[in-house]
């Protein structure tokens, strides 16, 4: 499942989204100054699910050049949403509201509009940056599978980290490579590997809550019962390999993201690093986090040194 596909790269679905633009009708004046308004609205809706869930990534997003905050934004709120949908909605029918979403969102992107402010702001910036439908569907995809999925092997576990992290990093590539598909063929490897070790962080420090509140356990071969340190230093080591992978193509993104991406990437370095002070059994107790104060220092360590070799 580490193999890119050529339907995940080959930008199949982006001229529909172009000869979708062109056909795009002249609006009046005044309804566009109120388009513009709802616009701006929508975003505000992205850009508030963002701070209100994760102050880690908006700190990395204020990092990123002013015209790659928006849709960076919108793609964190959608991601988000879908998350909510088979994370926090138990008893709501989540199946269902899954497939809905699924729908709106296909809808929104072929219109061009929705009067779902979050997915507004999403099919903007699919449409802008050519963010291809399989990457969308193949996120969709792994989300439905946290909906029957209670353990995974090997091959399910790469199927889902495809489809939960690394098309997301992928979806956020295209923003950062604005067209330039040069660029962004060749930056497709290290993106979907720094998004897996993301993705696997975030499972390493929520052990407890997977496994106790939503029954799940992610990481294939592993008993959670028996949960020690030769188990968790095997992970952290996965998962320092994947960071090394990633974090290596970062010197290569465009100036304008480097500092974003470098940021959030220390971020999760920090992160790794605390869980390997922790002792086993702590993490099967707490969720690991890093303190606003550390946050602000590794901050302040990405400005003034932006980029080592090694983020």
Same mark, same amino acid.
């Given at each position: ?161 495809? &489809? %939960? @992290?690394?098309?997301?990093? !992928? ?11 040069? /660029? $962004?063929? #060749? ?58 992978? &990633? %974090? @290596?193509?970062?010197?290569? !993104? ?11 990437? /220390? $971020?999760? #370095? ?42």
């Amino acid at each position: 499942m580490r193999t890119q596909g050529d339907i995940l790269v080959s930008g199949a679905g982006r001229s529909d989204l172009a000869s979708s633009r062109e056909r795009t009708t002249a609006v009046d004046p005044a309804v566009a100054t109120y388009r513009a308004l709802y616009d701006r609205a929508a975003d505000r809706c992205s850009r508030v699910i963002t701070r209100t869930y994760s102050t880690s990534f908006s700190w990395a997003i204020r990092c990123l050049h002013r015209d790659l905050r928006r849709p960076i934004h919108a793609i964190y709120g959608f991601v988000r949403l879908a998350d909510e949908i088979v994370d926090t909605f138990a008893g709501s029918a989540q199946a269902g509201m899954l497939t809905r979403f699924q729908e709106e969102t296909h809808r929104a992107i072929a219109e061009g509009i929705s009067i779902h402010p979050v997915l507004h702001s999403f099919q903007w910036a699919v449409r802008t940056y050519g963010i291809e439908r399989a990457l969308i569907d193949r996120f969709l995809h792994s989300m439905g599978m946290d909906l029957t999925e209670r353990q995974y092997d090997d091959d399910r576990f790469a199927e889902y980290i495809l &489809g %939960s @992290a690394e098309v997301v990093g !992928l979806m956020c590539l295209r923003v950062f490579c604005a067209g330039d598909d040069t /660029r $962004y063929d #060749r930056l497709v490897p290290p993106a979907m590997r720094l998004g897996a070790a993301f993705q696997k962080i975030n499972f390493l420090r929520d052990l407890r809550h997977d496994h106790i509140a939503l029954g799940r356990s992610y990481f294939p071969g592993i008993d959670l019962s028996r949960f020690d340190e030769d188990v968790k230093r095997r992970l952290e080591a996965d998962i320092a390999e994947d960071l090394r992978a &990633g %974090s @290596a193509g970062i010197a290569e !993104l465009p100036r304008s993201a480097r500092l974003g991406v470098t940021l959030a990437c /220390r $971020y999760f #370095r920090a992160v790794l690093r605390k869980i390997a002070r922790t002792p086993a059994d702590t993490i099967m107790q707490r969720r690991i986090r890093i303190s606003n104060s550390h946050k602000l220092l590794i901050l302040a360590g990405a400005v003034l040194f932006p980029w080592n070799g090694r983020s």
